[in-house]
């Protein structure tokens, strides 16, 4: 579904990402690992369109959206969860959710299966964003984002911050997307334990460029832990 070829970036003369191929199929989740510093959101950007690349190949569903604004790849069925969440604090949570429909009809009702996988949002629809606590912002974030139907999630780093009990919602949230939706779900994360649980397939980033990838049965086999531990 996602096809990524040889991409390289760079911020200036620094070349940030260098070769870097990856896939990420239907109904799988495939978890994107690496320290801090190594190119993983700067990827996550250029996937997006929110950062250009300097050469490779972008496709998503056989089509090359390489040259396609971020606006254009939502429109195509790519949803982005970005680090920091980057909700609209001053907007209710219903406000948020309806920015994710921003391109469809005004009438267009937001889908009420976001309020069975998070049902807090449903009882805070009239709460300023700003006023939810970090977990609840995320759980906001990743429904806005899934509010348009996409067929890819691309979510980076959304446990960061977040206490337990919603990590372990998150987790349920994205395993029941991908088996029981078929969605496409690239994760890409720092919490090693929530990712190894998740992951389908795995790929480790060191210094731009992919030095590992495999299956996720394959992970401890493989002894990616200490490959990215800090």
Same mark, same amino acid.
């Given at each position: 579904?996602?096809?990524?070829?040889?991409?390289?970036?760079?911020?200036?003369?620094?070349?940030?990402?260098?070769?870097?191929?990856?896939?990420? /199929?239907?109904?799988?989740?495939?978890?994107?690992?690496? @320290?801090?510093?190594?190119?993983?959101?700067?990827?996550?950007?250029?996937?997006?369109?929110?950062?250009?690349?300097?050469?490779?190949?972008? /496709?998503?569903?056989?089509? *090359?959206?390489?040259?396609?604004?971020?606006?254009?790849?939502?429109?195509?069925?790519?949803?982005?969860?970005?680090?920091?969440?980057?909700?609209?604090?001053?907007?209710?949570?219903?406000?948020?959710?309806?920015?994710?429909?921003?391109?469809?009809?005004?009438?267009?009702?937001?889908?009420?299966?976001?309020?069975?996988?998070?049902?807090?949002?449903?009882?805070?629809?009239?709460?300023?964003?700003?006023?939810?606590?970090?977990?609840?912002?995320?759980?906001?974030?990743?429904? @806005?984002?899934?509010?348009?139907?996409?067929?890819?999630?691309?979510?980076?780093?959304?446990?960061?911050?977040?206490?337990?009990?919603?990590?372990?919602?998150?987790?349920?949230?994205?395993?029941?997307?991908?088996?029981?939706?078929?969605?496409?779900?690239?994760?890409?994360?720092?919490?090693?334990?929530?990712?190894?649980?998740?992951?389908?397939?795995?790929?480790?980033?060191? @210094?731009?460029?992919?030095?590992?990838?495999?299956?996720?049965?394959?992970?401890? *086999?493989?002894?990616?832990?200490?490959?990215?531990?800090?």
């Amino acid at each position: 579904m996602l096809k990524v070829k040889n991409l390289h970036q760079y911020y200036g003369g620094s070349h940030i990402l260098r070769d870097v191929s990856l896939q990420a /199929e239907p109904g799988q989740v495939t978890v994107l690992l690496g @320290r801090n510093g190594v190119g993983k959101t700067t990827l996550l950007k250029s996937l997006m369109g929110r950062v250009p690349i300097r050469s490779g190949s972008i /496709e998503w569903q056989g089509r *090359e959206i390489s040259r396609l604004t971020p606006y254009e790849r939502a429109r195509a069925g790519i949803g982005f969860v970005p680090q920091g969440r980057e909700i609209f604090p001053r907007l209710s949570v219903e406000e948020n959710l309806r920015m994710g429909l921003a391109y469809r009809s005004a009438r267009t009702a937001i889908p009420p299966d976001l309020f069975e996988l998070f049902p807090v949002l449903e009882q805070m629809l009239q709460r300023r964003g700003g006023d939810l606590s970090g977990g609840q912002q995320q759980q906001l974030a990743i429904a @806005r984002a899934l509010a348009p139907g996409p067929q890819l999630l691309i979510l980076d780093e959304p446990t960061e911050g977040i206490q337990p009990s919603i990590i372990k919602d998150i987790g349920r949230v994205i395993r029941m997307l991908a088996r029981e939706r078929g969605m496409a779900v690239l994760l890409c994360e720092q919490y090693y334990d929530f990712a190894e649980e998740l992951a389908d397939q795995y790929l480790v980033m060191q @210094r731009g460029a992919v030095i590992a990838q495999g299956p996720g049965s394959e992970m401890q *086999e493989k002894g990616i832990r200490q490959l990215v531990a800090i």
